[in-house]
Nanobody, 123 residues
Framework: QVLLVESGGGLIPAGGSLTLSCAGS???????MGWFRQVPGKQRSFVAT????????FYAGSVKGRFTISRDNFKNILYLQMNDLKPEDTAVYYC?????????????????WGRGVQVTVSP
């Protein structure tokens, strides 16, 4: 079992930056990780993913070049650095872990989920 707890969300003006954190438990360094986001009335969508050792980060096209995913396996923390935020980035952001070391982009590939954190970008 892996427990995941997100933090760092909030209200921020467009063009600003924010860093989300996700604290994990268990065998954190064995798992590939991902960030997803969801707005009311829509399905959860992929944002970014990273392998268990921090290699091969991969991003959704809408965030590539603005967001950076990283992890610290000594601290068991996953990060999402978000720059040049836009109102369309407003969503609840979830971190997720999968039991294998390789990245994934589909939510169905992930086994454990945090409860989410709200990010609101004002125009």
């Amino acid at each position: 079992q892996v427990l995941l707890v997100e933090s760092g969300g909030g209200l921020i003006p467009a063009g600003g930056s924010l860093t989300l954190s996700c604290a994990g438990s268990g065998r954190f360094s064995d798992y590939a990780m991902g960030w997803f986001r969801q707005v009311p009335g829509k399905q959860r969508s992929f944002v970014a993913t990273i392998s268990n050792l921090g290699a091969t980060p991969f991003y959704a096209g809408s965030v590539k070049g603005r967001f950076t995913i990283s992890r610290d396996n000594f601290k068991n923390i996953l990060y999402l650095q978000m720059n040049d935020l836009k109102p369309e980035d407003t969503a609840v952001y979830y971190c997720a872990a999968r039991r294998v070391p390789t990245i994934g982009v589909r939510s169905s590939l992930f086994d454990f989920w945090g409860r989410g954190v709200q990010v609101t970008v004002s125009p």
